[in-house]
């Protein structure tokens, strides 16, 4: 039996952690009592209230401002092979239960109760990321768990997130256990997409509006013009277009996004409906707009303008502007389709902010669906952030 160390928080600070929330800030901690420097970054520990009564076993990084993540409301939590394991048959079975095809989001960290851990699944081929120290350290047991789990053809540590930098961790991809193809396919509704995991983006595929495509495809398969703009491999687009859009344009400044767009068209016998550009998309909509073309849907799928709280401002910004010129390019009685990844930009407030753009360009709206991560990003009811994507699909109406 392992003997765990001790972090003890200051007065009330537990409130926020049994109301629900995972993690503890760094300012939360007593450290008079407990100093942070004695951890060692990924260790477990236990949390303790101020009165020293336990809040749960959490992984810690002294050098990161979330401190320590709670893994178990239980004190003295090994996370072991087995552990994991149980952790990681939870988060499949319901995924199982969900999904018709082995393509998804397998684990989504806090809100499958493994902290800082991402899996997507393509098939028998798992690409992870480990974003925290703790998950960092943990990574030989989740590659054992994950080897009893399932029959893994291959894991790939894509590791190479941004958000390692305020854990201390470095930048690096790395093979796990088995063997990873250069190209991972996924199959969406009727479609399939090669994804070239070496020049993809994250773990290579945006799971999280799987179910947002499927819901929407339909509304767009009888439109003359539609844009995908932030297209990345197309997803969006190319679905409209297999369900009968007549011409797609899809915009993404990656250019091996654009040429997976092209591939991709092709290899489903899309090409002569699906165009790629590499472009800006503020840049694209400017010269749309100068021409007379008016297109009978835009979808805008943008990456998260704001990452942190401090940029909700500009990010607010920058969501109107594009909103508001996609709007202007839609022709009355067609659809924008518009979303945002930002965790700190709330869904009232994106609502706010969409028919606010549409009265500034002189346009009335109806806002015909609201948009959500799909089931396999669940979402802690006590941690707003976890819910971080919301869409809207809107009709710019004829006549008011
Ligand atoms: C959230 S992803 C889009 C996901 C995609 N719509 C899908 O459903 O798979 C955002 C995309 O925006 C692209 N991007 C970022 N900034 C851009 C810009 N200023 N202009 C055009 N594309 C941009 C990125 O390359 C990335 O592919």
């Given at each position: 039996m392992p003997t765990f160390d001790a972090i003890c928080l200051k007065k009330n600070e537990d409130r926020r952690l049994r109301g629900g929330h995972l993690w503890v800030f760094s300012n939360e901690v007593d450290v008079g009592a407990t100093p942070l420097t004695g951890l060692v970054a990924g260790q477990a520990a236990n949390v303790l209230d101020a009165d020293g009564r336990p809040v749960g076993t959490a992984l810690v990084n002294?050098?990161?401002?979330?401190?320590a993540r709670l893994i178990s409301r239980r004190p003295d939590v090994e996370p072991s092979v087995e552990w994991f394991l149980g952790r990681l048959r939870s988060a499949l079975s319901i995924r199982e239960r969900i999904?018709?095809?082995?393509?998804?989001?397998?684990v989504f960290g806090e809100s499958d109760g493994l902290p800082g851990l991402v899996i997507d699944r393509f098939g028998g081929v798992l690409v992870a990321q480990a974003n925290t120290a703790g998950m960092e350290r943990l990574r030989p047991k989740i590659e054992q768990a994950l080897g009893q789990l399932m029959r893994l053809e291959g894991l790939l540590w894509?590791?190479?997130?941004?958000?390692r930098d305020f854990e201390g961790l470095g930048r690096v991809i790395e093979p796990g256990p088995g063997r990873v193809p250069e190209k991972l396919a996924v199959i969406e509704g009727d479609l399939r997409f090669e994804i070239d995991l070496m020049a993809?983006?994250?773990?290579?595929?945006?799971?999280?509006?799987q179910a947002n495509r499927q819901r929407v495809w339909p509304l767009l398969g009888d439109c003359e013009r539609v844009a995908d703009l932030?297209?990345?491999?197309?997803a969006w687009g190319l679905g409209a277009a297999a369900l009968g859009a007549a011409h797609v344009d899809c915009v993404d400044s990656s250019l091996s996004a654009v040429n997976a767009i092209r591939d991709n068209a092709r290899a489903n016998g899309l090409e002569e409906r699906v165009t790629a550009v590499r472009q800006d998309v503020d840049q694209w909509l400017d010269e749309q707009l100068a021409t007379k073309v008016r297109l009978d849907a835009v979808i805008v799928d943008p990456p998260a303008f704001a990452p942190r709280s401090r940029d909700v401002k500009a990010a607010l910004t920058a969501y109107r502007r594009i909103n508001e010129k996609a709007l202007r390019l839609i022709r009355p009685g067609g659809l924008l389709v518009t979303c945002s990844c930002?965790?700190?930009?709330?869904e009232d407030r994106f609502l706010d902010l969409v028919g606010k753009a549409a009265r500034h360009v002189d346009r009335d709206v109806q806002v015909l669906m609201r948009l959500e991560q799909g089931p396999d990003h669940p979402v802690i009811p006590a941690m707003p952030v976890s819910r971080y994507l919301k869409g809207l699909v809107v009709r710019v109406l004829e006549t008011f």
């Open positions: 002294p050098r990161s401002l979330i401190c999904f018709d095809q082995p393509f998804y989001r397998m894509r590791n190479d997130a941004a958000v993809s983006q994250k773990t290579g595929w945006y799971f999280d509006q932030y297209s990345y491999h197309g930002s965790s700190h930009v709330f």
